[in-house]
C-alpha cells in the first residue's frame, strides 16, 4: 500500500501542481483538504472537488473552520482595530493557523505519514504551517514540493500542460486566496516595487455607482445588526456587510511589509467588509472609551497583529491579549453611520448610549460648564511646572529658536 499525505489543497496552480507531483513523482496516495475559512460558495466548493479528482486524489473532503476561525481570532481582530503597518487586515496570515490546525487534525483522523502544502520558498505562509505541523504534530513529515524544487508559476503551467490539465491559465498567472476576512492577490506586477494591479485582476469589480448609507450596529464590540438587520450569526453579518461594500469595490490596497523570512514583500488584497468594520468599530471606540483605554489598546492591538502574521498564534500570550481586548469592548456598543462610495467609503457618525462625548461636561471648542476659568488658568500653571523647572536648572536649554539654528 502506498502511503497516505494529506494536501492541504485550495484548487490553485501551486496545489493542482502538488497533487500530480506527489502521486507520479513521489508515489503517495494524495487525500485533498480544502480548509475553508468563509470564502467558497458551494458551487466553487464542488468545483474544486470535481478538478481535484481529475488531477488524481485519492480523496477530497471540505473542513469548514469557518466559524472557529471567526470565534477565535476575528472578533479579536476587531476588539484590537488590527492593521498590519496601518493598512492591511491579515485576511490571509490570520486565517493560516485555523487551515493548519484543521489540517493536522485530519491528517490524523485518516492515519496519514505526510502532510504537504504548496507554499513556496520566500514566503510566510511556509512558516506558518510548518510551525503548526511541528508544534502540534511533531510525528508527521512535511513536504512542500514547490518550495523545494523551487519552481515559477510559469515552471508549475508547463509541468500540468504536459500532463493534459487544461485550465484557464490566464487566471492563474496570479496566486488568489480568498477567505471570510478578505482575499488577497499576488504575482507579477506585486513582485515589483513601482506597479499596481490592472482592474481586472481584483476578484470583485464595481457594480454600482453614486452613494449608499450603511449602519452597523455593535454590541460590546460585535456586529449585531446591518441596515436595521438583525444578525444572530456574526459570519453572516459580515458576508452581508462585504457583498454590500464589494459592490462599490471598496477595500483594495497594496500592502508593503516584513516578512517572517526577512525579506520585504508585497500584495495585493481586496477586503471590503473588514476595512469597513475595523473603520466603524475604531471610530465608535473613540467615543466610548477612555483615552488611555484606547491607548493601551493599541498597544496590545499591534502586538496582537504582529504575533499572527509572525506565525506565533500558539503562543500563551496571545491568549491573554485576548482577555484584555475583550474587556475594554463591554461598552463599545453603538450604531454608525458609514457612507459608500466608488473605491471608497467614510465614517459619518455613531450614537450610543455610551458616548463620552456628553454635553454635560463641555462642548470642545465652544463652552467649558464643568469648570472655570481660573481651574484651567491653575490647571495650566501645574501642567507647566516640571518643564518650567528643567527649563530653570538648565538655563534655557528648551529655547526652540536656538534649536531651528
Given at each position: 500500500?502506498?502511503?497516505?499525505?494529506?494536501?492541504?489543497?485550495?484548487?490553485?496552480?501551486?496545489?493542482?501542481?502538488?497533487?500530480?507531483?506527489?502521486?507520479?513523482?513521489?508515489?503517495?496516495?494524495?487525500y485533498s483538504a480544502l480548509a475553508n475559512t468563509g470564502g467558497f460558495s458551494e458551487n466553487e466548493l464542488k468545483d474544486i472537488e470535481s478538478k481535484a479528482y481529475e488531477l488524481g486524489v485519492t480523496e477530497h473532503t471540505a473542513l469548514d473552520v469557518t466559524n472557529r476561525y471567526y470565534q477565535r481570532c476575528i472578533r479579536y481582530m476587531i476588539y484590537g482595530n488590527v492593521l498590519k503597518n496601518n493598512t492591511y487586515p491579515l485576511s490571509v496570515s490570520?486565517?493560516?493557523?485555523?487551515?493548519?490546525?484543521?489540517?493536522?487534525?485530519?491528517?490524523?483522523?485518516?492515519?496519514?505519514?505526510?502532510?504537504?502544502?504548496?507554499?513556496?520558498?520566500?514566503?510566510?505562509?511556509q512558516i506558518r504551517f510548518d510551525l503548526t505541523f511541528q508544534v502540534l504534530a511533531p510525528e508527521i513529515k512535511v513536504i512542500a514540493p514547490i518550495r523545494n524544487l523551487q519552481l515559477s508559476r510559469e515552471q508549475e503551467i508547463d509541468f500540468l500542460k504536459k500532463r493534459g490539465i487544461n485550465r484557464d491559465w490566464t487566471k492563474m498567472e496570479y496566486s488568489i486566496n480568498k477567505g471570510l476576512w478578505?482575499?488577497?492577490?499576488?504575482?507579477?506586477?506585486?513582485?515589483?516595487?513601482?506597479?499596481?494591479?490592472?482592474?481586472?485582476?481584483?476578484?470583485?469589480?464595481?457594480?454600482?455607482?453614486?452613494?449608499?448609507?450603511?449602519?452597523i450596529n455593535f454590541e460590546k464590540g460585535e456586529i449585531t445588526k446591518v441596515n436595521g438587520e438583525a444578525f444572530t450569526d456574526k459570519i453572516e453579518a459580515i458576508k452581508t456587510i462585504e457583498g454590500l461594500a464589494a459592490s462599490y469595490a471598496v477595500g483594495r490596497d497594496m500592502h508593503v511589509g516584513d516578512t517572517i523570512v526577512g525579506i520585504k514583500g508585497r500584495v495585493g488584497f481586496e477586503a471590503a467588509a473588514p476595512l469597513v468594520i475595523i473603520k466603524a468599530?475604531?471610530?465608535?471606540?473613540?467615543?466610548?472609551?477612555?483615552?488611555?483605554?484606547?491607548?493601551?489598546?493599541?498597544?496590545?492591538?499591534?502586538?496582537?497583529?504582529?504575533?499572527?502574521?509572525?506565525?506565533?498564534?500558539?503562543?500563551?500570550?496571545?491568549?491573554?491579549?485576548?482577555?484584555?481586548?475583550?474587556?475594554?469592548?463591554?461598552?463599545?456598543?453603538?450604531?454608525?453611520?458609514i457612507k459608500l462610495k466608488p473605491y471608497r467609503f467614510e465614517v459619518v457618525g455613531i450614537e450610543s448610549d455610551h458616548d463620552l462625548m456628553s454635553s454635560v461636561f463641555g462642548e470642545y471648542g465652544e463652552m467649558n460648564k464643568a469648570w472655570t476659568a481660573s481651574d484651567v488658568e491653575g490647571f495650566t500653571t501645574m501642567l507647566a511646572t516640571p518643564m518650567k523647572i528643567y527649563n530653570a536648572v538648565n538655563k534655557g536649554e528648551l529655547n526652540l529658536e536656538d534649536a531651528e539654528d
Open positions: 500500500m502506498k502511503d497516505k499525505v494529506v494536501l492541504a489543497y485550495s484548487g490553485g496552480l501551486d496545489t493542482s501542481f502538488c497533487v500530480k507531483y506527489l502521486t507520479e513523482e513521489k508515489q503517495l496516495d494524495v490570520s486565517e493560516r493557523i485555523f487551515q493548519a490546525l484543521a489540517i493536522v487534525e485530519y491528517a490524523r483522523k485518516i492515519g496519514a505519514k505526510y502532510i504537504a502544502h504548496g507554499s513556496t520558498g520566500a514566503g510566510n505562509d478578505g482575499t488577497s492577490v499576488g504575482g507579477k506586477e506585486t513582485l515589483t516595487s513601482n506597479q499596481t494591479l490592472p482592474d481586472e485582476a481584483y476578484p470583485s469589480q464595481l457594480q454600482k455607482e453614486g452613494e449608499e448609507t450603511l449602519t468599530h475604531h471610530v465608535l471606540e473613540k467615543h466610548t472609551l477612555t483615552k488611555w483605554q484606547m491607548h493601551w489598546k493599541e498597544q496590545l492591538g499591534n502586538w496582537y497583529g504582529m504575533f499572527l502574521h509572525e506565525s506565533q498564534y500558539l503562543e500563551p500570550s496571545m491568549r491573554d491579549i485576548e482577555k484584555f481586548l475583550e474587556s475594554t469592548q463591554r461598552n463599545v456598543t453603538g450604531k454608525v453611520i
